[in-house]
């Protein structure tokens, strides 16, 4: 893992003015940080909303002016959780600080910057590089976004976590959607098979007009083989060969992704440590 990612490292949401929004904001870090603790140690399903409070030595009708319920506020973290990721993802990829929603979370800091003046190969390894490097970094919220499905709850449909995953999944497929749309990626004819592909017009809202439907199964894979290294190493399957980290197994497997998708010879950026 870089000793130095890069990106400022002071909070993008300017502080609300007035002493009560100054406390409320305080409270509101405390809540989701204690609730994120919570998470870890008795799981998404354990969470309960007087075991929060008593962590923030506040009474369970205190934190109802905060959260209406504990779905409410499983709602709010995995929501909050995505949007974090999707932020480090877009400030890989060249968006600015100042270019992301306002919301109370320091301002990503990320391995390596590709913007628009780089060719796809480099962004996605930068985008592959950030989701890795939040991932690790933080835990618990990747286990409550990817971890198992918990019991009783259900997202609101069209709710707040919808929007926020469609911009961690965005972020992740425009690399290669400009790789496609340059004709960049290799296709392999199994991909345009009628059972990979799916129903009919099932990628159409994924896939730019006039880009081979074949790059919406590759979608898939592409983020199935990312997300897996990084899952392994979050909730510590190669710990025992890799107590430091897996940055080096990372990197050689993006690496054999770009050989893969037929990106490696358009990379300028160093892939291997």
Known sequence: MPDHPAGPDTARAPEPRGRRAQARQRTWRELRAAALE????????GLALRSVARRLGMSPAGLYRYVDSRDGLLTTLIADGYHDLADHLEVALGIAIDGLPARDRPAPEVPEVAGQDRGSADRLVAVALAYRWWSVTHPNEFGLLFGDPIPGYQAPAGGPTVAAMSRVGQA?????????????????????????LGPAGAFDPVLPPGVDPAAGPLLLL??????????????????????????????ADLARTLRDLGLAAHATAEVLP
Do not use: Y
Request: with cysteine; net charge negative; charged share 20%.
């Open 38 to 45: 919570e998470v870890q140690e008795v799981g998404p399903a």
């Open 172 to 196: 992740l497929a425009r690399p290669l959607l400009e790789a496609a749309a340059a004709g960049a990626l290799h296709l392999d004819p199994v991909l345009r098979t009628p059972e990979v």
């Open 222 to 251: 592409a983020w199935g083989r990312l997300h897996g290294q990084v899952s392994l190493e979050v909730f510590g399957h190669h710990h025992w060969l890799f107590p430091d980290g897996c940055e080096a197994l990372f990197r």
